[in-house]
């Protein structure tokens, strides 16, 4: 596709070049004058145009953009044969960029696509400057995302999408302001990775999570064992204390219900057969 884009200044384009049409040019307007009167009230309905609210309509006079730049909405009057125009849509456009083979910084070739927002904020410049600024804002798009990813890793491509998308965005308002477009938002849909990578970061996170595990794990262990430290030094200081504990575990045990509870012997007559 072959886009032509000759610039035409924001002075340029909406000033009143149809001052400059010349004497032909003002006879040619002048016929059509006296056609249109002559062929009323017939010619009135060819003379009136509409243009809906989220409209607006270039008016060429002789090929020349006529005074007051972009039309409407409402009604506007045209003459016959010397006078045509050109509708805009001045809606807010979306539309996905192609999945995009990009080249990280760190040398990882990824697959990312997203989505644009934009719309039409100059009529005359859109109508002016470029041939078809929707496909020109789609192709400037797919290029702008390779090349601001092609400066990241990938390691800011996966974490800073909010960041890349700010940039592209920046980056294509700034370029498409001469052609009357004002883009509104880039988002970045999805990171796609080669499977093998893929691959090789599950089996890292599953490392990590492994290891995280076993540390949490020596930790309680630690934990445990000085928490044990501590009551045995309680007990040796105060042997009353042990058996403090001895009664509430058989407490404990028959507050469950069950059918037959083992009273221990006590420690004293335990030791006196340990003594034999």
Known sequence: MVISIDYVSRDSALENPDTDIGLCGWLLVAFSILLMLATLPISIWMCIKIVKEYERAIIFRLGRILRGGAKGPGLFFILPCTDSFINV??????????????????????????????????????????????????????TT?????????????????EEIAHSMQSTLDDATDDWGIKVERVEIKDVKLPHQLQRAMAAEAEATREARAKVIAAEGEMNASRALKEASLVIAESPSALQLRYLQTLNTIAAEKNSTIIFPLPLEMMQGFIKH
């Open 89 to 142: 849509d001045m809606r807010t456009i979306t539309f996905d960029i192609p999945p995009q083979e990009v080249l990280t910084k760190d040398s990882v070739t990824v697959s990312v696509d997203g989505v644009v927002y934009y719309r039409v904020q100059n009529a005359t410049l859109a109508v002016a400057n470029i041939t078809n600024a929707d496909a020109a804002t789609r192709l400037l798009a797919q």
């Open 145 to 161: 995302l390779r090349n601001v990813l092609g400066t990241k890793n990938l390691a800011e491509i996966l974490s800073d999408r």
